[in-house]
């Protein structure tokens, strides 16, 4: 079911997108050559804890896609790994693609944001060019979100701007509606049809979320954890992702990292 929210409701949603963002951007800061995965899960814990009203969305978090419920505070996705990375204990290495994905909620309502980075002075431009695609992808799909376009209209602007850097989409998992709830309809792909589907209404809260791998479309889950999605063919990946609202004056980013 698509809940669509009161213009109340979007500024209570606001403090958990904020937090989301302000973390992801902490974290990004932090990430260097050496930090250990787990330290990070650790730092989000605590700000967590420190925060009143504050839960983390995926400490047991047991949906149909993981393998057992998720014991951690963020998803961690290192280098082949793009989605779902389960933190465990490794040091960061120089030119290692990093992509953090966090969803917290505060007073009932949840913030979900992921951003990609290159940790180091060892930086492949190929991956910059990567993170940058999925960077474009979502500002062209955010673009999309404008009452009275199409839910299409959305999927299509991301797919356009993966297939015009030759980079394969894959359908799998893409965004999703938000609210009390991580995860709710509608599902927002990652390509599609533009003019189609759901008609973008105000009220209408998702998450846009392009993530892309640099030479398949292929994934599989990684058997140490359940959970970490890699690519096939062992080449990198990128992901990056809002939570958004829809008003009667466009779309507003709820989980802003400025």
């Given at each position: 079911m698509i809940e669509l929210k009161t213009p109340a409701e979007i500024e209570a949603m606001k403090p958990a997108g904020r937090f989301v963002g302000?973390?992801?951007?902490?974290?990004?800061?932090m990430a260097k050559v050496g930090t250990n995965l787990l330290e990070i899960d650790e730092f989000v814990a605590k700000r967590i804890a420190d925060r009143k009203g504050a839960e983390s969305?995926?400490?047991d978090y047991a949906p149909d896609f993981g393998t057992g419920p998720f014991a951690h505070y963020i998803c961690i996705s290192v280098n082949d790994a793009v989605l779902h990375g389960?933190?465990?204990?490794?040091?960061?290495?120089?030119?290692?693609l990093v992509s953090l994905d966090l969803a917290i909620s505060v007073d009932g309502w949840v913030?979900?944001?992921?951003?990609?980075?290159?940790?180091?002075?060892?930086?492949?431009?190929?991956?910059?060019?990567?993170?940058?695609?999925?960077?474009?992808?979502?500002?062209?799909?955010?673009?999309?979100?404008?009452?009275?376009?199409?839910?299409?209209?959305?999927?299509?602007?991301?797919?356009?701007?993966?297939?015009?850097?030759?980079?394969?989409?894959?359908?799998?998992?893409?965004?999703?509606?938000?609210?009390?709830?991580?995860?709710?309809?509608?599902?927002v792909a990652n390509d599609g049809k533009a003019h189609h589907g759901y008609r973008l209404r105000p009220g209408l809260v998702i998450a846009i979320e392009p993530w892309f791998l640099k030479t398949t479309d292929e994934i599989y889950q990684d058997p140490k954890d359940g959970w970490t999605l890699r690519s096939a063919d062992g080449s990198r990946g990128a992901h990056t992702e809002h939570t958004i609202a829809i008003t009667g004056h466009g779309p507003v980013i709820l989980t802003t990292r400025d």
């Open positions: 302000g973390i992801l951007k902490e974290l990004k800061a969305c995926y400490v389960v933190p465990y204990d490794y040091n960061l290495k120089d030119g290692d913030g979900d944001s992921a951003i990609s980075f290159v940790v180091g002075n060892k930086v492949d431009p190929e991956d910059l060019r990567l993170i940058k695609c999925t960077e474009d992808a979502l500002e062209a799909g955010i673009a999309q979100a404008q009452p009275g376009n199409r839910l299409g209209d959305v999927s299509s602007a991301i797919g356009d701007v993966a297939r015009s850097q030759g980079y394969p989409i894959n359908l799998e998992f893409g965004g999703h509606g938000v609210g009390h709830i991580m995860h709710g309809d509608p599902h």
